[in-house]
């Protein structure tokens, strides 16, 4: 085991609040240090095409291209990346600890988690492929792209019933998909879906099979749980609503998270329950999940960590 001396700053993670974080400490001086992750560099953005909600980019700007240019603008003012998987921290003391994969032992004064979260997936084959060509997770993000498509939305939570309704707005019609036969969500998400005529559900139903042509969604298979009868449904949009997952599993012993597993932080500010650890982005926020919010409170616990560590000299 080696050891690297101590740092100003660690920010793990390499996604919109991630790289945010690391622009902003590295002009302040900090020459951060970011684990990127090791084989998630760039973060969500990098399993999508066109991103037409990030501002500045008046006719859209590719994902990956995105977090590249993310990536060099950070690097461009002193920040340090090692594309690899922290596996181990320790953020009790003044100096916090955190390990990669090789057993490398790197210190810091401040630490900034910006490790995201995961959408639950299908499991599906050609799943990840379709990513951005007709499978989603997220109606914010690509509705738009679906003007006049037949879509089917996987789920029955409030966001499930919340991704159908707003699809409305663009598509022609809308089918919900469900294993069970009553819904999960709140009443008053499933009279607004129940009451809208693009909607309509299929219940005691799953996804079978995920269909492509041309290397775009072609249509999914739906398979009754009870039955096992199979039946085709004609769509060229999936969107997947069955939850997500903070990457938390690493800090749970050390900081504290809410119920459903997210980094609790001491909003307005990015602070957790550890003086000198920082939380930022999808894996603190439940609400907005979006790249600029992202990037917003990585700057946010940039500016959180600059002012800490400025206390403590
Ligand atoms: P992420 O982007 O998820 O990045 C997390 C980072 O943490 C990754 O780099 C990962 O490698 C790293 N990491 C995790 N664990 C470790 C570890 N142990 N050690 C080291 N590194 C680690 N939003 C929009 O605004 N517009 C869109 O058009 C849009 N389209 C999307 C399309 C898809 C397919 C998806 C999945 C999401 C989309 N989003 C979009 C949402 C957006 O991507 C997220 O809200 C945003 O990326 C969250 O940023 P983040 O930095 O918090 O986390």
């Known amino acids: 085991m080696t050891d690297s001396g101590v740092r100003e700053v660690i920010v793990i993670g390499s ?8 622009l902003y400490t590295a002009r302040a ?12 560099v760039g973060g969500a953005l990098t399993t999508t095409t066109e991103v037409e909600n990030f501002p500045g980019f008046p006719e859209g700007i590719d994902g990956p291209v995105l977090m590249e240019n993310m990536r060099a603008q950070a690097v461009r003012f002193g920040a340090e990346m090692i594309d690899d998987d922290i596996v181990e921290v320790d953020l009790t003391g003044d100096i916090k600890t955190v390990t990669d994969t090789a057993g490398t032992v790197h210190r810091a004064k401040a630490v900034i988690i910006a490790t995201g979260s995961g959408y639950r997936k299908l499991d599906l084959p050609k799943e990840d492929e379709l990513s951005g060509r007709g499978v989603s997770w997220c109606a914010t993000c690509d509705g738009f792209f679906f003007r006049d498509r037949d879509i089917v939305v996987v789920g029955g939570g409030d966001t499930a019933m919340e991704e159908a309704t707003f699809l409305t707005r663009f598509a022609k019609s809308v089918t919900v998909v469900h294993r069970r036969s009553t819904l999960r969500a709140s009443q008053v998400m499933q009279n607004r879906a129940f009451s809208d005529d693009k909607i309509s559900f299929a219940f005691d139903s799953e996804i079978a099979e995920i269909k492509a042509a041309d290397g775009k969604l072609a249509g999914v298979v739906l398979r009754d749980v009870f039955t096992g009868k199979t039946r085709d449904l004609d769509v060229t949009g999936l969107f997947i609503a069955i939850g997500h997952d903070p990457r938390t599993e690493l800090f749970k012993d050390q900081l504290e998270l809410d119920d459903a597993g997210y980094l609790k932080v001491e909003a307005p500010s990015t602070r957790t329950n550890i003086a000198g650890v920082f939380g930022a982005g999808d894996v603190v926020d439940h609400t907005y ?7 917003a409170s990585g700057c946010a616990a940039a500016l959180d960590a600059e002012r800490y560590l400025a206390a403590l000299a």
Do not use: M, S, W
């Open 289 to 295: 999940r979006q790249a600029i919010t992202a990037a």
């Open 29 to 40: 001086e900090l020459k951060p240090l970011v684990f990127g992750g090791a084989i998630f």
């Open 15 to 22: 996604g919109p609040a991630g790289y945010t974080a690391a």
